[in-house]
């Protein structure tokens, strides 16, 4: 069963990583002077569109998401606006915070934004894929020790990954390279988009390697 | 021996103050001298050689020159003449490059390229080392020989107009001076025109022999707006406006019979593209020398102008005069301008300087043969023979071939030598360095091996120096040290600071050392056998936080630009910090019922709801009387954010660094005049902020005294003119305010003095109660002392910083460190951390020219050199000292555990600075070739030096709080 269950995270882990170059490759052929760093927003949506959709898709096939006690249409219209609203107000918190650590408050609003938007994709709408637009269940995913599966765990460490590669992305940018992917915000954006692929790949790794320490309390 | 934490950390710290100092001393060369003392003398010139017979004639060749105009272009590029834009911008100075009787060059300024430095180097020809630059930051009048002192000294009258740094480097020196201060950084009409203003009368007077002109304008529009700013165009029209005007009147007065006259124009140094100046970038040291006179032949057109350095001017300058070279001149004289002169005058020049060059050589190398000096021997000799030929009236072509090839020779000569005496300046005395590092070395492994001990419950450290005396390895290690000092003095490679100490001071501090080294060794072997482990210290996230972020600050020293940046990493640092402490403070409150809230997955929320309850905090700082369970949560959780916010304002306040140095930020905009009014309100508020913060655990005397004294700070900045008096609105001449200041002063003292009063008091009260409440309430007096001085030093648009340092404390210290029960540790890596990122927010930079200076007048009359030094020490350290301060003041709140916290917390202060300022001292010495060194590693050395002084002084501080523990 165990095995079933990382088997399965990894493939879908993969076919989202596999959706990020898939975003980076195929602006290329189609729109002209593509390049990741010169046209960076482009490269940015493409990415941040296509994690999106494979998200969606992969975890709507999967029915990992939580079982829905109604069914009717209008409960389910409303969780998809809530979860439209969620993802709205963490792509403003994410903004906020990235102000505060020193972005510029009026001049590149716009790549500031991108970036809150990217950094949103890659946790928060994985959040709500896999758990819905429920904050208690987000509270005990994230408190300590509060992992109750295998895809709270792997969401715990995309989730942590993206953040730090972020985080640490923030690094080059006052050294004085003059290098094209200094300019604000490719490398934090790069960073991010580092840091997911990472997290990707080490969750089924590290859930498989600590095996025997995870055990799962049942609801 | 056992000694408590602090004394330990403290003790530390003294070392390694001695040791960094002995380094320092090692590091930065010591600059070239001449051993003589007195200035050159015309009678100490040397005689022409004349081989054979005795030499003839000590006169000196009579000068070129009748009169001679200095302008000086503050900041002037060399590609404002010479490049592209040159015919744009100066028409009439480019003409005389192409066409006029000119010589052009571009001179190389050394670094520092700041203003004081290079007009010495002008003056004197002698670079200033790095070392004098910072020790003569309040330029006080040149001692050393310079050309300006013998212009005077042979009867010259000196004119000067411009930059009044000139009036304090040469007092008495000119016949007629009106100086023009470069404080108002926005003002480039008005110092431009109060120079200009004198010239036409100048000119038509014929009772002067020099005029110097020192143009600031083209600085400020540099520093202003940078060098493609539209404001430089019509500047150097202007300029070359005034070029014009002089020139056309020194040719208008050129007579038949006397000399011709000489016009120089140069500049200090150059201007980088964001139109600051001090580093090494090229167009930062590539300044433009153009000399005209009628003596010269008319060029046919632009050449690409010779490189010389800026140094060269002086000799030149000074033998074009008839005047002895100033004895500590490195520089060599511009052939081009004594073409005209005949073969044996030219000869006579060049071998005058060589023989100063040489004699210099002499003085400060002490194996000079090498270079250049021989050369200079031999060209001496061969002049005599020459001068023999000459004498006896041979005029073949032989001689003047002869001639040629001699002053060929003097020439390579003088550029072996010139290079040699530069090259000094550049040398390390690695002996200094090496044994100040290894002290320094012993000392921060000595704290971090003693960090179970100092950390644990009794906060007390074994240091086994008995056993240490006692041992062998002690004894073997005495005599190896002081056999390698024999060697290395004895060999007199190099001179060498260490060992130019007394031998007794030498041989205990060999001594010193080596039972460092042992006790050392014997703490390592305690250790691995002791019960201390670190295994039962857990570390939380916020912990990994703390350590990782010190560590990677440390490591990040390493990079020239993460130095010249520096701010942004603590700003960076302090950012995650409040985050992780926005985390804990979640995880507190919503454990149960809401969510614990990860950094990353935050209630978007949160923040707004937050924010007005912060509004409320402000306005109440007695919240600590009754606030309710619920508001006091909202209030903990409000605390970061509102840090955070505070935080992002203080940095858009004050630009630092360099990359970005130049983008607009808010203490521009308050001080551009038109937002006077929104000064005045902003200080205003925020000296009401502070009273509200400070007062609340004052005694009611201190209470009044703080009130007056803020008052008084407000009066002060009305009378400088920085801000607004609201009844008083017109006729109010500037003044230096120095009666206000006094006024506040004394409140300083008076609040000081209380405090001290009841601390001295509290040691001797009976009842234990009373005097721990005695004592923190004396603590806080001193602390609001403290407040008062650094808002009267700062400047009014730096208010807002000092109050929102004071609004962060109180509520930190209210809602986080009290009730998250943070050890002492950790609010000491945390006070270090705000310290640090306060540093950075009040403007300065790890660069020496955002040095505040003008504070060091504050209240004084004129230059006192102690008290000015210490406040401007004082006002450059306040962010890290009030966070010390305060640092001080909450430990010993702490009510059961406040000795214990004391001594952990200077522990951890001590260790805190010595790390990275160990890591520092390594690193420079092993980039001592890099090409920053003198531009970016250097200061920041010398910051790095006084940070650990001032941090020496609050360990000892807090040692002396720790006493009274039992």
């Known amino acids: ?219 | 021996m056992r000694l408590s934490s602090s004394v330990f950390a403290s003790f530390c710290l003294l070392i390694e103050l001695l040791g960094i100092a002995l380094f320092l001393r090692g590091f930065f060369p010591v600059p070239v001298k001449s051993s003589l003392s007195s200035k050159s003398k015309l009678s100490d010139l040397p005689a022409e050689p004349l081989a054979g017979n005795s030499p003839n004639s000590t006169k000196v060749p009579p000068p070129l020159f009748k009169r001679v105009v200095i302008i000086l272009i503050d900041a002037l590029r060399e590609d404002f003449i010479f490049g592209p834009n040159g015919k744009r911008f100066m028409p009439y100075t480019r003409h005389i490059v192409e066409r006029g009787s000119s010589h052009s060059f571009i001179a190389k300024a050394r670094p520092p390229t700041v203003t004081m430095p290079r007009i010495k180097a002008l003056t004197t020809g002698s670079i200033p080392g790095f070392i004098d630059v910072v020790m003569n930051l309040n330029s006080p009048a040149v001692l050393e020989d310079n050309v300006i002192w013998q212009a005077k000294n042979s009867g010259k009258r000196i004119i000067f107009y411009g930059d009044d740094t000139w009036v304090r480097l040469f007092p008495k020196h000119f016949m007629e001076y009106d100086g023009t201060t470069s404080f108002f950084v926005s003002d480039y009409t008005e110092v431009d025109n109060n120079v200009t203003r004198h010239l036409d009368s100048t000119l038509k007077r014929d009772d002067w022999d020099v005029l110097i002109l020192h143009y600031l304008g083209l600085d400020h529009i540099g520093h202003i707006s940078g060098p493609h700013s539209s404001l430089i165009g019509p500047k150097l029209l202007e300029m070359d406006d005034v070029i014009k005007k002089i020139h056309a009147s020194l040719i208008s007065r050129e007579a038949e019979g006397t000399l011709p006259n000489l016009m120089v124009l140069c500049s200090d140094h150059g201007m980088s593209e964001t139109g600051s100046h001090g580093g090494s970038s090229e167009p930062e040291i590539s300044t433009p020398l153009i000399l005209i006179s009628p003596l010269f032949q008319r060029k046919v057109g632009l050449e690409q102008p010779a490189m010389v350095e800026q140094v060269d001017l002086a000799p030149t300058l000074a033998l074009a005069l008839a005047l002895p070279i100033s004895q500590n001149s490195v520089g060599r004289l511009i052939p081009a301008v004594f073409e005209e002169a005949s073969l044996r005058e030219q000869l006579r020049f060049l071998h005058m300087n060589g023989h100063q060059l040489s004699s210099l050589l002499r003085d400060s190398n002490p194996n000079f043969h090498k270079d250049g000096y021989e050369q200079f021997r031999m060209a001496e000799k061969t002049h005599g023979n020459w001068m023999k030929l000459y004498m006896d009236g041979n005029t073949s072509e032989v001689l003047g071939n002869m001639g040629k090839k001699l002053l060929k020779q003097y020439l390579e000569a003088l550029q072996a030598m010139s290079a040699a005496l530069s090259k000094q300046l550049g040398k390390y005395d690695m002996y200094s360095m090496i044994v100040g590092m290894s002290l320094i070395l012993q000392v921060l492994v000595l704290l971090v091996l003693a960090m179970p001990e100092a950390l644990s419950r009794a906060a007390c450290v074994d240091v086994p120096v008995a056993s240490a005396f006692l041992s062998l390895p002690f004894y073997l290690l005495c005599l190896l040290g002081s056999s390698i000092h024999v060697l290395v003095c004895t060999s007199a490679e190099a001179s060498c600071y260490f060992c130019s100490l007394p031998w007794l001071l030498a041989f205990t501090a060999i001594l010193f050392s080596s039972a460092l080294l042992c006790s050392l060794n014997v703490s390592v072997g305690l250790r691995r056998s002791s019960k201390y482990s670190f295994h039962y210290w857990t570390l939380s996230e916020l912990d990994i936080l703390l350590l990782t972020g010190t560590v990677g600050h440390t490591l990040s020293l390493g990079a020239s630009s993460f130095v010249e940046e520096e701010h942004q990493t603590w700003y960076f640092l302090l950012n995650t910090l409040c985050l992780a402490v926005f985390q804990d403070v979640c995880r507190k409150y919503f454990r149960e019922r809401r969510r614990p809230g990860d950094d990353e997955e935050d209630d978007p929320l949160l923040p707004s709801i937050a924010e007005e309850d912060a509004s409320q905090a402000t306005f109440s700082p007695a919240a600590e009387l009754g606030v309710s369970v619920g508001s006091e949560k909202w209030l903990a959780l409000s605390t970061p954010i509102l840090t955070l916010a505070c935080c992002r304002l203080l940095r858009s306040l004050n630009q630092t660094g360099v990359q970005w140095a130049h983008l607009p930020d808010l203490s521009h905009w308050l001080n551009s005049g038109d937002h006077k009014v929104v000064l005045s309100l902003l200080a205003a508020l925020s000296l009401l902020l502070i009273f509200l913060l400070v007062q609340r655990r004052c005694s009611l005397v201190s209470k009044i005294a703080l009130a007056l004294g803020l008052l008084g700070v407000y009066s002060y900045r009305a009378a400088v003119g920085n801000v607004l008096f609201p009844w008083q609105h017109s006729g109010r001449s500037i003044s230096k305010g120095t009666g206000e200041a006094r006024f506040v002063y004394i409140f300083i003292l008076g609040i000081l003095f209380t405090g001290v009063k009841d601390l001295l008091r509290s040691q001797v009260m009976s009842s234990a109660v009373e005097g721990r409440r005695l004592k923190s309430r004396g603590l806080w007096e001193v602390y609001s002392g403290v407040v008062l001085l650094v808002a009267l030093l700062f400047r009014a648009h730096n208010l807002p910083t000092l109050a929102c340092c004071l609004l962060i404390q109180t509520l930190m210290a209210q809602f986080i460190w009290k009730k998250l029960h943070y050890d002492a540790a950790q609010t000491t890596i945390m006070h270090y951390w705000f310290g640090q990122a306060f540093f950075y927010f009040q403007g300065n930079s790890n660069n020496i020219a955002t040095v505040d200076i003008s504070v060091g007048f504050v209240g004084l009359e004129s230059y006192v050199e102690a008290p000015a030094v210490f406040l401007t020490a004082f006002s450059t350290y306040a962010g890290p000292l009030l966070w010390a301060c305060h640092l001080v003041c909450y430990l010993s709140s702490e009510r059961d555990r406040a000795a214990l916290s004391l001594g952990h917390g200077s522990y951890c202060f001590a260790l805190l600075r010595s790390v990275p300022a160990v890591f520092y001292v390594v690193l420079v010495t092993a980039l001592r070739y890099h090409l920053f060194i003198w531009s970016v590693f250097s200061p920041k050395l010398l910051y790095e030096a006084m940070h650990t002084l001032v941090t020496a002084a609050v360990c000892l501080f807090f040692t002396f709080m720790d006493q009274d523990r039992t």
Not at chain 1, 3 to 9: A, F, L, T, W
Not at chain 1, 54 to 70: E, M, Q, R, Y
Not at chain 1, 110 to 132: K, M, N, P, Q, Y
Not at chain 1, 181 to 199: A, E, K, N
């Open chain 1, 1 to 219: 069963m165990w095995d079933v269950e990382i088997r399965g995270m990894a493939s879908a882990h993969a076919i989202i990583a596999a959706s990020i170059f898939m975003a980076t490759i195929m602006p290329a052929v189609l729109v002209e002077k593509f390049s990741v760093y010169g046209t960076h927003l482009v490269w940015l949506y493409s990415v941040a569109g296509s994690v999106a959709v494979v998200n969606i898709a992969v975890f709507w096939l999967l029915g990992i998401s939580p079982p829905t006690k109604k069914n009717t249409l209008s409960y389910k219209l409303s969780k998809l606006f809530r979860s439209c609203v969620y993802f709205l107000l963490s792509c403003l918190f994410f903004h906020t915070v990235v102000v505060l650590y020193g972005a510029p408050l009026l001049e590149s609003a716009l790549e500031t934004f991108s970036l809150a938007v990217l950094l949103s994709t890659f946790t928060t709408l994985r959040c709500l894929c896999i758990l819905g637009p429920n904050v208690q269940a987000w509270i005990r995913v994230f408190s300590r020790d509060g992992a109750m599966s295998v895809w709270d765990t792997s969401l715990q460490i995309t989730t942590g990954c993206s953040v730090v590669g972020a985080w640490l992305g923030a690094f080059p940018i006052p050294l004085d390279w003059d290098r094209p992917w200094q300019v604000w915000p490719i490398s934090c954006s790069l960073g991010t988009t580092i840091g997911f692929l990472t997290g990707l790949l080490t969750a089924p790794l590290w859930i498989r390697w600590h095996r025997k320490q995870l055990t799962y309390k049942l609801k």
